[in-house]
């Protein structure tokens, strides 16, 4: 009499299992932190871009003409101007007079609201304003560029020039 062959199983023993983990394990190591670079890079990407939508957004403003009746004291108002903090994670809109000086605190009749960057991206430029001009769009007061960042070794920067172009770099 013959003994019946014995059926093999179709299974991952334990130490196929266990390999498998492992291999598994070594690759998220490299894997994780590369994504976590990847991701702080396009946020701050995305921050760069915010800056550069928001400053043509209050440029457009200047160009048509927004509260171009409204007075600023006694004096008509002509600049739409945004203000930066050197470390800070947000800045602030307002609507001026003259393009000589940065409004410290801003008063409230000329405050237009205020901005800002998420995940602890900060302002790394020196604090100053720019100013808008209602007549032609045209920018003046601050020295180009304003740069933003994690730190001092994760920076990105927004140039513009006296005509009004606005653009970036580090791409």
Do not use: H
């Not at 983990?21 to 690759?27: H, M, S």
């Not at 701050?44 to 209050?58: F, G, H, P, T, V």
């Not at 801003?106 to 209602?134: H, K, L, M, N, W």
């Amino acid at each position: 009499m013959e003994l019946p062959l014995l059926k093999r199983n179709k299974a991952f023993t334990l130490i196929e299992l266990m390999i498998s983990v492992t291999i598994i394990a070594i690759v998220s190591a490299g894997i994780i932190p590369a994504f976590s670079k990847y991701i702080r890079n396009q946020n701050l990407r995305q921050a760069q871009e915010q800056l550069k939508s928001d400053l043509r957004s209050i440029q457009n403003k200047a160009l048509t003409g927004a509260l171009s009746d409204q007075l600023v004291g006694t004096a008509n108002m002509k600049y739409w101007g945004v203000k930066f903090i050197n470390n800070s994670t947000d800045y602030q809109i307002f609507i001026a007079a003259v393009d000589t000086s940065c409004p410290d605190p801003i008063p409230p009749a000329q405050f237009q609201g205020s901005e800002g960057f998420s995940d602890s991206i900060t302002v790394r430029s020196a604090t100053g304003c720019i100013f808008f001009d209602v007549s032609d769009g045209g920018i003046s007061g601050y020295v180009s560029p304003i740069t933003l960042g994690y730190s001092d070794s994760e920076l990105r920067s927004v140039i513009f020039i006296s005509t009004g172009l606005i653009y970036s770099t580090n791409d």
